[in-house]
């Protein structure tokens, strides 16, 4: 066998690469970015074949980082965002850009399809609430405001299953990325014919499904001389990039959760059997005869990057001086601010928000300021409202019949000390940190790996390859600080969500 695994992952700002040693050791990480497009209020856009270029840069510069030869690799696994739309004609290419995740544009669809179907009967079939962000809706879209794309769609392909079909020209759906139409059987994994119908859909536009971890085929010749990997090189199906994070973080188990703190923030809770609410997420996880009872909010990391973004040009320039990132800065100015911040709470709704409330006019919000305030409480304001927005979907799935003892954090957000200690006190429940940068990678690398044999099944993979590195418990000293602000978050956005529309 040989000796290494190679994971991608298709992220919202950029893609990320890491080559795996058999112990989940990664000998090499490069990332690669690409851009948002918001040509309308509501729209958020990225151009498939920028996915791609990213993906190739990707791949060569981290096989040159690590010295590892191309011909080592034993497996490719692919992980991408959710809810994509991929238009693709006969020939496999795409023939728009695609709405992503954050995209809102097709609310009035979602309306009028849960009048015209009824809500309690899509949710019968799929298991999860008709809402603009999905998939569904964007694909009716296509075909009222962009014939000329609609006509000429052989496939809709997810974030991943485009990257597949470039590396191997095969055509796919993975049983995970399901979950984002609202014509699949969520007990069965299976396409429904009837809902297909009654949205308009033809089955004829979706690929076959199939499990996450099957080896699809190999990188074709094409491929291989725009990545560099060797033409052959098998690979895996792969799968939701929160799905293959969780594999990552050692979550396989019913009642283990995964904590995600990406672009976007969440939860997602390994489950045994159907379960199901509208109020949150329900998928099927890469690993094989599980679910994922998720929350995915828009507020994660992605906050963090934006105050970064446009609030952080003395940090950039001082870190510069003394050798720490602005991000290590900023956690030093948040961390001089009392729990609770004083008063200012922030609503994380920074691109509508997903679950538990499902309000794509859902706006962000600080409340509290006064001269008083200073840079820390925005930066500790925003930690806190993400950490707000994890305990509202934690209680959601208590409620839901789906408790947890402990997270497992992963992603960028996880790196902070801080705001992870943060995230522990607020919702009163332990985090373990395993590899948090590259979790989501090696979730899709053991996809592959038990694909094509390095790993008898996901038990022995996640064994072999996930360490924790650190841990953090919830301290009692600011539980009653915390629910009270808690209760302002709540609040607050009760009071706006009127005036927000």
Known sequence: MKPYLLGIDIGTSACKVAVFDEHGQAMSTASSGYEVYYPREGWAEQDPEEWWEAVCHAVKESLKRGGIKPEDIAGIGIDGQSWSAVAVDRSGRALTNTPIWMDTRAADICDEMNDKIGAENIFKVCGNSLQPSYTTAKIIWYKRNKPEVYGQTDKILQSNSYIAYKLTGKLTQDVSQGYGLHCFDMRTGAWDKEMCEAFGIPMSMLPDICPCHEIIGGVTKKAAAECGLPEGTPVAAGGLDAACGTLGAGVIRPGECQEQGGQAGGMSICMDEYKADERLILGFHVVPGRWL?????????????????????????????????????????????????????????????????????????????????????????????????????????REAGADVEMLRAVGGSANSHLWTQIKSDVTGKPIAVPSSDTATTLGAAILAGVGVGMYQDFEEAVSLTVRDKRFHEPGEADRAMYERSYKSYLTLYDSLKEMMK
């Open 293 to 397: 009872l998720q929350g995915g909010t828009t507020g994660g990391g992605g906050v963090m990057r934006w105050l970064e973004r446009e609030f952080a040009a003395y940090e950039r320039e001082k870190g510069k001086q003394i050798g720490k990132s602005s991000l290590e800065l900023f956690n030093e100015e948040a961390a001089k601010v009392a729990a609770g911040c004083d008063g200012v709470v922030f609503l994380p709704y920074m691109a509508g928000e997903r679950s538990p409330i499902w309000n794509p006019s859902a706006k962000g919000v600080y409340y509290g300021l006064d001269f008083s305030k200073t840079k820390g409480h925005f930066i500790r304001a925003a930690m806190e409202g993400v950490a707000f927005s994890l305990k509202h979907n934690l209680e959601t799935a």
